[in-house]
């Protein structure tokens, strides 16, 4: 439970997650509900209450910031659960429950497990407990319509409140509050929730209307002349544009200038704006600077059909078509297939091959295409290794259609893995490179890069049973390498744009990513090249995005949320520009730097986009200017135009763009 649900999502207070891998959850459960102690999810208890979600149990622990000496007031004991959770971090914990039954169950669960520094009252937990206040921290376990004066008073200075809030007894927003000094709060979000209602003389009568009489929220609200500030500075610092082909990128091109890598982002996998810019730009680079590679977040063998075609290289074909697996829309689209077109046009007219411009993959989920390029490419030149490659690669025959699965029966012990196997055969090849030399170059250097992928794809599978950030380095240490032996093979003249999510090309030492020990390809090309590397990022505000709910489902055309009042989205938006370019390397104002660095919210949306859960699955914390060199910004956006796919038989040897 501790690492699956809660560690792996990002809770990383190793006080939090001891305490919740001490407390035994199946005590504080009806007995017919035991068998789901340990699920990821809020169960029913007595009174028709509920017990929390270990995964929010630990988020609102961790919010609280706790250390030892704490004193701490829950409101909303239900089962104990919590209060017997956070026991375990401090000093002393007082939890008060309305029903009785349930106050008189926690006390006895607690007592049983020996519990001895918590006490449990039957009562309004809106008013708070005077007798013990003022309390370090308070947690609240039930959605009230506003947080209650009382419990704000009850707090001590410097302490934290965290409490969900709002209008809808249904939905709340979990809030953290601070208590700066007398009269000074400070209130952060921390997403959308679902909380029983928290009923009580400063919370809801039974009724469902509020008890207390609505107060003004003045003293508790986020000092907005500190935005106004911060949205003044980067009106004043950036470069507004009118649309994407008329955009003028001469400064970006001069702030560029050597670098030999310039990454650029997207926050999310299917906006138009993210795509038609970061072509635009690459064009520019390629045509301008002589950029001659273009290294994306998709995979190898795939990409290579593309790069076949946009060289005039021989062609070939995959076991299955390219780009054909979920998340289908992410390359299979009119954006991308409008940049294939101009770079095949570009390449025509540019005949050095050294100067023509290359497409390459660097992810590594092509396991099976990965393991057909292999065996073709040695049928042909090799079949003495091609039988013997054939025999190894068999190791994964069981598990085709669903590599992770393989990673877990590897792990389990309870077959054997293939590891040695993908090593092996990834060594011949490179023994016998000379050999193959008489083969052209880039196909021997497409099979070395696809024997690579199936040796790191048989590590990621196995390493992602684990669910830590092990898996996500190993994925991002593959394509840095990948892109790294791709500026090789194209000569020491080369440069690259790579494409990929902004949570690869921004440095992940800038943002939550890397206290949770996670580093990806920014941060490595930063580490390689300094300042010769070029991190841009992209952002907006709301508009329409091309995502799917739930892996493996189909693309949806889905409604971007206004950005969060504590993102540097919603800074962007204040400055009431549609379109800009920001720079922020070097900026104008060297102010703009310094400020902008305090940590503010950013939003990531992925392939997936869940909106009623924005606040916990799409937004961290990070300091953009350390995270890019710089950031383009459009307030409105739209969806990517997916290509509707012609699966089955009937593919065009052309497929997928028709080239
Ligand atoms: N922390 C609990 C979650 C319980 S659900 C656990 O880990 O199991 C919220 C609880 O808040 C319910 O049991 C409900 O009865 C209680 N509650 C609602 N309003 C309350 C109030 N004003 N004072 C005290 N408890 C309240």
Known sequence: MVEQQIASRGVVDTGVLRAMREVPRECFVPE????????????????????????????????????????????????????????????????IERHPLLAELARQRVKDLDYGNVEVLCGDGTLGWAEHAPFDAIVVAAGGPEIPKSLLEQLEIGGRLVIPVGDDARFQELVRIERAGEHEYSRRSLGRVRFVPLIG???????????????????LQVVPEKRRRLSNLIARNCEPFESIESAN?????????????????????????????????????????????????????????????????????????????FPTWMWHNEEMEAFVRWARTHNVKVPAPERQVSLHGLDLYSLYNSIGAVLDFLDEVDPEAAASARVRYGCFSPWETDPATYGRAAVSGRLRDCEEDVVKTLSDLLEKR??????????????????????????????????????????????????????????????????????????????????????????????????????????????????????????????????????????????????????????????????????????????????????????????????????????????????????????????????
């Open 32 to 95: 017919a509900m035991l068998e789901f102690a340990y699920e990821d999810s809020p169960l029913p208890i007595e009174e028709g209450q509920t017990i929390s979600q270990p995964y929010i149990v630990a988020v609102m622990a961790e919010a609280l910031g706790l250390s030892a000496e704490d004193r701490v007031l829950e409101i909303g004991a239900g089962s104990g659960y919590a209060a017997a959770v956070l026991s375990r971090m401090v000093r002393e914990v007082y939890a």
């Open 201 to 219: 003389s400063e919370g809801w009568s039974l009724d469902g209307m509020p008890v207390a009489p609505r107060r003004a929220r003045t003293p």
């Open 249 to 325: 990128l001469e400064a970006l091109m001069r702030r560029i200038g050597d670098a030999r890598v310039v990454l650029i982002g997207e926050a999310s996998h299917g906006t138009s704006e993210f795509y038609r810019m970061r072509a635009r730009i690459t064009r520019e680079l390629i045509a301008e600077l002589g950029f001659n590679v273009v290294a994306i977040e998709g995979d190898y063998p795939d990409t290579s059909v593309i790069d076949r075609a946009i060289r005039g290289r021989k062609r070939t074909e995959l076991r299955t078509p390219p780009f054909s697996r």
């Open 434 to 659: 000379v050999k193959y030399a008489l083969v052209d170059g880039d196909e021997i250097f497409d099979v070395e890069r696809n024997a690579t992928v199936i040796r790191e794809a048989e590590r990621y599978y196995r390493v992602m049973y684990y669910g830590n950030h092990e898996s996500w380095n190993l994925r991002d240490r593959h394509m840095f390498e990948t892109l790294k032996a791709v500026l090789e093979h194209r000569g020491p003249q080369s440069r690259a744009v790579v494409w990929a999510h902004n949570s690869h090309v921004g440095n992940a030492a800038a943002t939550e990513m890397g206290m949770r020990g996670e580093f990806n390809i920014g941060q490595l090309a930063r580490e390689e090249w300094g300042p010769d590397s070029y991190r841009i990022g992209f952002g907006t505000h709301c508009g329409k995005v091309a995502a799917a709910s739930n892996w493996d489902e189909p693309v949806t055309l889905m409604t971007v949320r206004p950005s969060h009042e504590d993102s540097y989205e919603r800074l962007c938006h204040e400055t009431e520009i549609p379109a800009f370019l920001l720079p922020l390397r070097s900026a104008a104002e060297t102010g703009l730097r310094e400020e902008l660095l305090s940590p503010h919210l950013e939003r990531a949306i992925g392939v997936i986009y869940r909106p009623e859960t924005e606040m916990l699955s799409h937004y961290f914390q990070a300091a953009l200017p350390a995270q890019f060199d710089e950031f383009i910004w459009f307030d409105t956006s739209a969806a990517v135009t997916p290509i509707q796919s012609e699966k089955g038989s009937g593919v065009p040897d052309t497929y997928p763009f028709g080239l």
